[in-house]
């Protein structure tokens, strides 16, 4: 009996000891971040190709809602269309209060491994949809897409704040430019390739499932968390209760929910705009490579301005950008007018969606609930994103472009709003 209770003792001795350990290692590792070096460097380049590969696709969608409406699917309205273009984001940023929450438990590699396969499948399923095959193309462009692709988004973000402290919106920018690498090459693969006779739809969908596959499996090998998974597991009834009452982080809410509302209106419409405008099909295909190509342009420029400028003002300022440009595309016609709307609305979008992460980074004080945390913003920018395209496509009936216009102005307008408020607590606290 004195054995069994020494063993026993012994046993609970050495767990504890087990225990400190590697909270001790998590804690070293915590507090020497490397801001920098090889590794780190190539998590960013894994998670940049994942942003490629699913976001870029995403951001696309334009291409195939001016495609589907005059060609592949005329048997259905521009607004039924857009839903399509709407679940994948929705899922994507949806899933990310399960993937979020699972990348804080450390399964960040489970996470990559599925996503990337179920994210490569439904590409290649798409290549079997024939003309007016709506719901085959739902399945695989809005459900499959979306889910493989929430799996993902979180956590390839998520695992680059392991690596980087102060460089930390920078890097984040660097991965987040990924969707713009993404929505440039997309537009013009595609494109080019449903404009050549000899390729049909199946042959032009699968030589692009090809390139993401390829994306996908650098992005796995690349990518590795720096940190062991925490001892201890955020308790998600008092995480979110707690959530409830910060008042600075509901209102980030808004950010993210406003911004979803209104985001993808002239990335998903300024082609079918040039289109329907008399536009040359050769201009109208570029129109979306010039918007996403100035986005680049715009997170690289918030790469290295967020070393200088705080996040919250970074995102105030390309806000109201986004906001202006809805509201001009009202008055979209020339050839002149599409470009300036791609510039501008490029820019600024750019800067906008590769500073929420650091902005949501920036009012969060519990690094081991920041899967969560995102999980959370996104998801509401998940919600806007199903429901914004559908409204406006609406909208857009007998194409009044002033409709729809008037409400993604509005909705980055108010998105603007509630960062100024972020940014005026922010400083009310920084200065007590």
Known sequence: MISCNEDRLHSEKHDIEVDDKCSETRSSLTGTCPDGGLRAWSVVLGSLLVQFSCSGYVCSYGVFQDYYTRVYMTNYSASAISWIGSVAPFLMLMMGLLSGRLYDRGYCMILLYSGALIVSLALFMLSFTKPNQYYLAFICQGLGLGLGGGMIYIPSQA???????????????????????????????????????????????????????????????????????????????????????????????????????????????????????????????????????????????????????????????????????????????????????????????GILISILTPLASLVNDEPKELGFRLGIAYAFAGVAELAGPPIMGALLTGYHWWRPALFAGMAMLACTACVIRVAFILRGRNSA
């Not at 680059?160 to 090459?185: C, N, T």
């Not at 049909?200 to 030589?207: D, P, Q």
């Not at 090809?210 to 590795?224: H, K, S």
Request: hydrophobic fraction near 50%; glycine fraction near 6%; proline fraction near 4%.
């Open 159 to 349: 695992v680059v704040s392991q690596y980087f402290d102060k460089r930390q919106p920078m890097a984040l920018a660097i991965v987040l430019s990924g969707v713009s690498f993404g929505a440039i090459l997309t537009p013009i693969m595609i494109n080019n390739l449903l404009e050549t006779a000899n390729l049909s739809f199946a042959t032009s969908t699968r030589i692009h499932a090809g390139l993401t596959t390829v994306a996908l499996i650098l992005a796995c090998v690349l990518i590795r968390p720096r940190l062991p998974p925490p001892n201890t597991h955020v308790n998600l009834f008092a995480c979110l209760k707690k959530l409830s009452k910060d008042r600075l982080y509901t209102i980030t809410i808004g950010v993210f929910l406003f911004f979803g509302l209104g985001l993808f209106f002239p990335i998903f419409f300024l082609q079918l705009a040039a289109t329907t405008h008399g536009l040359s099909n050769e201009f109208a295909f570029y129109s979306l490579v010039i918007l996403n190509g100035c986005a680049c342009a715009g997170s690289f420029i918030c790469a290295f301005v967020s070393q200088k400028i705080r996040a919250d003002y970074l995102t105030i300022y390309s806000a109201i950008g986004c906001s202006v440009v809805c509201f001009a595309f009202a008055a979209v016609g020339s050839a002149t007018s599409v470009v300036l709307i791609g510039v501008v609305y490029g820019v600024s979008y």
